[in-house]
């Protein structure tokens, strides 16, 4: 099992910047795929970034490709949602997800992933 904890989340404004960490326990975080997912209220649950255990593939929603990156870091069991370019639409609980895979790639549903963070709110003004 692997547990999860975001932070990094706040308050700025359009056009501005945030670096989302998410801090993962257990020995075998090398074993995992992890994604960063998002929730706006009243809205489902969607997928903003995923990456491959040895971070060597990652896939991005549409909606933050070219603005947000993700990165890991593996001898430190932690992930990074690097965000730029803020807008308001991004604003939303984001979540932190890990599932255990042997294959190369990522999972970009929810379905997919087994394990949750508690989720960090990051709120856009305009």
């Known amino acids: 099992q692997v547990q999860l904890v975001e932070s990094g989340g706040g308050l700025v404004q359009a056009g501005g910047s945030l670096r989302l960490s998410c801090a993962a326990s257990g020995r075998t975080f090398s074993s995992y795929v992890m994604g960063w997912f998002r929730q706006a209220p009243g809205k489902e649950r969607e997928f903003v970034a995923a990456?491959?255990?040895?971070?060597?593939?990652?896939n991005y929603a549409d909606s933050v490709k070219g603005r947000f990156t993700i990165s890991r870091d593996n001898a430190k069991n932690a992930v990074y949602l690097q965000m730029n370019s803020l807008k308001p639409e991004d604003t939303a609980a984001y979540y932190c997800?890990?599932?255990?895979?042997?294959?190369?790639?990522?999972?970009?549903?929810?379905?997919?992933?087994?394990?949750w963070g508690q989720g960090t709110q990051v709120t856009v003004s305009s």
């Open positions: 990456i491959s255990r040895s971070g060597g593939m990652r």
């Open positions: 997800a890990a599932e255990y895979a042997q294959g190369i790639g990522t999972l970009t549903r929810v379905y997919e992933y087994d394990y």
